[in-house]
């Protein structure tokens, strides 16, 4: 079979597609064909080697795809051949809290992931998609839809709420049509004024361009009437600051992933005098992958794609995600 992989040393220039051998299912285990696969940021950072600098190698990238079942092994019930399926991210955690454990075993490092035309998975660590998705939308979903979606379900989120979401990125553009079927305001905002009419397009009411205004914090602050309930936290350190001014007294911020830099400084008032609560997520177990799903199919949800590559230009995809300006998922057919 083809596959991507990191080969050698770390970065874009060694992002290889070669052969291996086609993998069998063991007891338990089901083998897919692969259709698609889409990029996270962790991905980038991932063949970089910024994410996790000890990771071993060669690696097969990225944690998120889409596959048929083509064969099943001994034991094996949850899915059948011909079904459409996806990996889950934590191929471990099922369900409850998660632990170190479960949290060391996710796919597309340290376990190889689906940028290959075949993969053997445990039957209980894959999740069956909405038949109206294509495989490109289907392949979007077990990390940036998962973590929109527990980012959400965490925090309380109910009709009336008012959340902010940061940029136009694969979470960003979840949490925002998520945020909508569940009845909530969603405020967006983003360095492009074309990016936020093409947000508003999706439901929000209101953009705010954090490059014409540096201190969108109190903007969207003055937007939401006495700040947002929930702040979808992409940008870490870099956004933080104006996160805490942007959200109500007593809201929530999720705090998801580091685009803006890991290392924080900031005011620690602004979280204790507001009673501000700082939810940490880590994408989700499969139960919630599950629940998430049958909301997209009840409201016929379409997953935002930017662009598509095919599995030999692979590195143009990871180029593309590299360069920044995408809206929406950045996937590869395979």
Not at 208 to 214: G, K, L
Not at 231 to 250: D, M, P
Not at 306 to 312: G, I, K, T, W
């Amino acid at each position: 079979m083809r596959a991507v992989e990191i080969r050698g040393s770390f970065g874009l220039d060694n992002l290889i597609l070669s052969e291996r051998p086609d993998p069998r299912p063991g007891p338990g285990q089901v083998l897919l064909r692969m259709r698609a696969a889409s990029l996270n940021y962790r991905d980038l950072l991932t063949v970089l080697g910024q994410y996790n600098p000890k990771q071993k190698l060669p690696l097969i990238p990225c944690s998120d795809g889409v596959g048929e079942v083509v064969e099943i092994g001994e034991g094996v019930s949850r899915v059948a051949a011909g079904d459409r399926v996806c990996p889950i991210f934590s191929q471990r955690w099922i369900a409850g809290e998660p632990t170190r454990e479960k949290a060391r075993a996710t796919l597309g490092g340290p376990l190889d992931g689906t940028l290959a035309e075949r993969m053997v998975i445990d039957q209980e660590s894959l999740v069956k998609v909405p038949d109206h998705l294509t495989d490109e939308e289907a392949a979007s979903l077990p990390c940036a839809a998962v973590t929109a979606w527990n980012a959400l379900i965490e925090a309380g989120t109910k009709a009336g709420d008012t959340v902010l979401v940061q940029g136009t990125g694969g979470v960003s553009l979840f949490a925002l049509q998520l945020a909508r079927s569940m009845g909530a305001r969603v405020i967006a905002t983003s360095s492009r004024d074309e990016k936020l009419e093409r947000a508003r397009g999706l439901g929000a009411s209101d953009g705010v361009n954090y490059r014409e205004t540096p201190e969108w914090g109190s903007r969207v602050r003055e937007i939401a009437g006495d700040g947002v309930d929930l702040v979808i936290e992409v940008g870490g350190a870099g956004t933080l600051e104006q996160s805490l001014r942007a959200v109500r007294f007593g809201g929530t911020i999720t705090l998801i992933g580091n685009l803006a830099g890991l290392d924080a400084h900031l005011k620690l008032s602004l979280v204790f005098m507001q009673r501000i609560r700082l939810l940490g997520i880590f994408v989700g177990h499969r139960e919630s992958f599950e629940a998430m799903n049958r909301a997209i199919d009840h409201h016929r949800m379409r997953p935002v794609i930017d662009q598509v590559f095919p599995l030999e230009s692979a590195r143009a995809a990871f180029d593309r995600m590299a360069a920044g300006g995408h809206f929406g998922k950045i996937c590869v057919r395979i």
